[in-house]
């Protein structure tokens, strides 16, 4: 009788993937959620958590619950962030604030999902008006734009952009910040601060 042999894949949490790959997405979101290494003591100890970030050492999946439930992060996201594309790396992403914005050191109101990547500094703004809403495109109150810092853009391009200290989602035609919803205001000059690259309706 030949014998079938059945690839069997490697499990998530298994000591070599712990050991290897789950200490570069933990210290992504430590850093993203704010904390240092050393607000973990009680927990594990600083230098066992420093040695777990840089691959060389493990923490018992026990342990790394815990750090994850400090942190107010699920499996759920952790897996995600542990499963991004290389090329782009960045599926875990901060949401803020669009008057926050005005801010360099900002503190994101949650963190989501997405699952396409985004570029490095990617962040999320929850849409607040219908000012993008139209035959041509529709971004509901509650979802989530995906954007990526720029300062200029080509036309026809999804923009955030600010004109004194107010923060708009606009569309970027030869100079101007239109809204697609005509019954919003056409901003001139805007000072373009992002683009639009994406956008999720997980609400």
């Given at each position: 009788?030949?014998?079938?042999?059945?690839?069997?894949?490697?499990?998530?949490?298994?000591?070599?993937?712990?050991?290897?790959?789950?200490?570069?997405?933990?210290?992504?979101?430590?850093?993203?959620?704010?904390?240092?290494?050393?607000?973990?003591?009680?927990?594990?100890?600083?230098?066992?958590?420093?040695?777990?970030?840089?691959?060389?050492?493990?923490?018992?999946?026990?342990?790394?619950?815990?750090?994850?439930?400090?942190?107010?992060?699920?499996?759920?996201?952790?897996?995600?962030?542990?499963?991004?594309?290389?090329?782009?790396?960045?599926?875990?992403?901060?949401?803020?604030?669009?008057?926050?914005?005005?801010?360099?050191?900002?503190?994101?109101?949650?963190?989501?999902?997405?699952?396409?990547?985004?570029?490095?500094?990617?962040?999320?703004?929850?849409?607040?008006?219908?000012?993008?809403?139209?035959?041509?495109?529709?971004?509901?109150?509650?979802?989530?734009?995906?954007?990526?810092?720029?300062?200029?853009?080509?036309d026809g391009d999804l923009v955030i952009v600010m004109k004194k200290n107010q923060y708009y989602f606009r569309r970027y035609v030869t100079g101007l910040a239109i809204p697609d919803n005509e019954q919003f205001d056409i901003i001139d000059e805007p000072r373009i601060v992002g683009r639009v690259v994406g956008a999720t309706w997980s609400m």
């Open positions: 009788m030949n014998h079938i042999k059945r690839k069997i894949e490697k499990p998530f949490w298994d000591e070599a993937n712990m050991i290897k790959n789950l200490g570069a997405p933990f210290a992504k979101m430590r850093k993203l959620h704010g904390f240092n290494q050393s607000d973990f003591e009680g927990i594990v100890s600083r230098p066992t958590l420093n040695r777990f970030e840089n691959g060389t050492t493990e923490i018992s999946a026990y342990k790394m619950f815990k750090c994850l439930n400090k942190m107010g992060v699920t499996i759920g996201e952790f897996y995600a962030a542990y499963c991004a594309p290389k090329d782009k790396p960045n599926t875990y992403l901060p949401v803020y604030e669009f008057s926050d914005l005005r801010y360099k050191r900002r503190k994101p109101t949650k963190f989501i999902s997405y699952t396409k990547g985004a570029k490095e500094h990617a962040y999320a703004l929850e849409v607040k008006d219908t000012a993008m809403n139209s035959d041509m495109a529709c971004f509901p109150i509650g979802s989530h734009l995906i954007v990526e810092p720029a300062t200029v853009a080509s």
